[in-house]
């Protein structure tokens, strides 16, 4: 996944910054104030113990005096190593416990995708539900639609129930420019089951494509879950704007027919060409 690979750099990279840190800390020499006591008089001194040759060697020096400025000076340094030391760990610790929600929040929502799905498919004749294509209309036709009529809250227009106002849109636009389209056609994608929202034939091509329409990518748990999706149609040999599209919005009112537009008229394009 993306997003875990985005963690994982930011792990390494907090890594290799401890690595140096560390470096520099085991070197640093301890440096501690405090105050001495002689013949009745307290003063303020600086105290440094550091390891020379596997022994322990400590001075003290009074705060004034000229090593004792300087030993004050490297005491900041050494203060500012050892925070950013802590807040390194410290954010690599988060780091890890992200990157470990993230692959448990993938891998449930990977199962609970392929078991809904499953469910689905199993409703439907398994001749309707075809694996391999070479886009023609005879492979168009095989396809079979999910034809779920359990939709809540749907937008209907022609014969099809849409889960979207923005699907419906696309459904329309299709119409407008002479496109045939199946809904939620089923599919088998390496393995398993998969519905992408259209299957739309081109007649001048003589060739159809997938669309996907990705309605809420401004959600991190869908946008996850559709990256996750549209890798898997890579995975299988789908060419993004030859064999599918991947249309998107990022939030309600966030949807661009005239971008939808340009997607459709470039993959045909795209089929033209193949075709040439």
Same mark, same amino acid.
């Given at each position: 996944?993306?997003? @875990?690979?985005?963690?994982?750099?930011?792990?390494?990279?907090?890594?290799?910054?401890?690595?140096?840190?560390?470096?520099?800390?085991?070197?640093?020499?301890?440096?501690?104030?405090?105050?001495?006591?002689?013949?009745?008089?307290?003063?303020?001194?600086?105290?440094?113990?550091?390891?020379?040759?596997?022994?322990?060697?400590?001075?003290?020096?009074?705060?004034? @005096?000229?090593?004792?400025?300087?030993?004050?000076?490297?005491?900041?340094?050494?203060?500012?190593?050892?925070?950013?030391?802590?807040?390194?760990?410290?954010?690599?610790?988060?780091?890890?416990?992200?990157?470990?929600?993230?692959?448990?929040?993938?891998?449930?929502?990977?199962?609970?995708?392929?078991?809904?799905?499953?469910?689905?498919?199993?409703?439907?004749?398994? @001749?309707?539900?075809?694996?391999?294509?070479?886009?023609?209309?005879?492979?168009?036709?095989?396809?079979?639609?999910?034809?779920?009529?359990?939709?809540?809250?749907?937008?209907?227009?022609?014969?099809?129930?849409?889960?979207?106002?923005?699907?419906?849109?696309?459904?329309?636009?299709?119409?407008?420019?002479?496109?045939?389209?199946?809904?939620?056609?089923?599919?088998?994608?390496?393995?398993?089951?998969?519905?992408?929202?259209?299957?739309?034939?081109?007649?001048?091509?003589?060739?159809?494509?997938?669309?996907?329409?990705?309605?809420?990518?401004?959600?991190?748990?869908?946008?996850?879950?559709?990256?996750?999706?549209?890798?898997?149609?890579?995975?299988?040999?789908?060419?993004?704007?030859?064999?599918?599209?991947?249309?998107?919005?990022?939030?309600?009112?966030?949807?661009?027919?005239?971008?939808?537009?340009?997607?459709?008229?470039?993959?045909?394009?795209?089929?033209?060409?193949?075709?040439?």
């Amino acid at each position: 996944m993306i997003s @875990s690979a985005i963690i994982e750099t930011g792990i390494n990279m907090r890594n290799e910054a401890l690595a140096v840190l560390q470096s520099q800390a085991n070197n640093l020499p301890c440096i501690s104030t405090g105050t001495h006591t002689y013949r009745g008089r307290t003063i303020q001194v600086i105290r440094i113990s550091k390891y020379v040759n596997g022994k322990q060697k400590k001075n003290e020096y009074a705060v004034h @005096s000229a090593k004792g400025k300087e030993l004050l000076a490297k005491r900041s340094s050494v203060l500012f190593i050892n925070k950013n030391l802590n807040s390194l760990l410290i954010d690599r610790d988060k780091l890890i416990r992200l990157l470990r929600s993230d692959s448990e929040y993938i891998e449930n929502a990977r199962s609970r995708r392929r078991k809904t799905t499953q469910t689905k498919l199993s409703k439907l004749n398994k @001749s309707g539900v075809v694996s391999e294509f070479s886009f023609t209309y005879d492979d168009w036709v095989k396809l079979q639609e999910l034809n779920d009529r359990n939709i809540k809250n749907g937008y209907k227009h022609g014969r099809h129930i849409f889960r979207s106002k923005s699907e419906m849109l696309i459904a329309q636009l299709l119409e407008s420019l002479g496109l045939e389209y199946k809904y939620e056609p089923c599919i088998d994608l390496c393995g398993s089951g998969r519905i992408p929202d259209f299957a739309v034939y081109c007649p001048e091509t003589g060739r159809f494509f997938f669309i996907e329409h990705l309605g809420r990518m401004d959600m991190l748990d869908y946008r996850t879950r559709n990256i996750e999706k549209m890798s898997q149609y890579e995975t299988a040999g789908y060419r993004t704007g030859l064999d599918i599209i991947f249309t998107m919005e990022f939030g309600e009112g966030q949807f661009d027919l005239d971008a939808v537009f340009g997607q459709i008229s470039g993959i045909i394009l795209a089929q033209a060409r193949k075709n040439m």
